[in-house]
Nanobody
């Protein structure tokens, strides 16, 4: 069974940066995509970014493009989200996820495994 654990959340001010990490453990880990999603209170989860696990091609939501960078380290079975120029509207619980599907990398229901989430709060 795959387990995902996120770290790196916290309370920051607008304009600051944070780096989220996600560590995978369990059986042989070779998903098609790794993704980051976020969920603000009272809202549905939103796609943030995804990376093709073996090839490294990245995809971003328009709201974070140019500010966030997703990366992965296959040797460490890790995926990362560098978040720069944070805004109050980025406040949410951020979740790391893995999918063995070859498409729909921006869809919540395409992902098979999820972490427990890490809180990011951006004050104005």
């Amino acid at each position: 069974q795959v387990q995902l654990v996120e770290t790196g959340g916290g309370l920051v001010q607008a304009g600051d940066s944070l780096r989220l990490s996600c560590a995978a453990s369990g059986r042989t880990f070779n998903p098609y995509y790794m993704g980051w999603f976020r969920r603000a209170p009272g809202k549905e989860p939103d796609f943030v970014a995804a990376v093709h696990y073996s090839g490294g091609i990245a995809y971003y939501a328009d709201s974070v493009k140019g500010r966030f960078t997703i990366s992965r380290d296959t040797a460490k079975k890790g995926v990362y989200l560098q978040m720069n120029s944070l805004k109050p509207e980025d406040t949410a619980t951020y979740y790391c996820a893995a999918t063995y599907r070859a498409n729909r990398w921006d869809q919540v229901d395409a992902y098979n495994f999820w972490g427990q989430g890490t809180q990011v709060t951006v004050s104005s």
